[in-house]
């Protein structure tokens, strides 16, 4: 092979072999803070106020949110569930391992463990 070709190959192979190790190292660049020193970190995210997010138990007398008394949270069939049958105008909320009987304005009437 031609000296006069085989040297820029040589030399951009070993550029491009090199590179990671150099980018490894640091490039040469010193931290302007000691290794001893923590990093600053940004203070912890506050907690999501989601609807979806149980943080309560609710008991009788308690309004239970709306987002809670939506279709998919309605119990048919309570019986499946080992719960009383529910009073003309209330409806039975499973919520979790929770079971609300709930009036039509949102007020639990009463808490039922189920099954």
Known sequence: ???????????????????????????????????????????PPA?????????????????LPTEFRDRQYVIDDYKQYNLPAPRKGTRWVGIGAEYYLVAPNGVIQQVGSGS
């Open 1 to 43: 092979m031609n000296t006069k070709k085989a040297m820029p190959a040589l030399l951009l192979a070993a550029s491009v072999l090199a590179a990671p190790f150099a980018m490894a190292q640091g490039g040469g660049k010193t931290s302007t803070r000691p290794m001893t020193e923590p990093a600053a970190s940004a203070p």
């Open 47 to 63: 907690p999501q106020s989601s609807p979806y997010v149980q943080v309560q138990q609710w008991k009788k007398g308690d309004r």
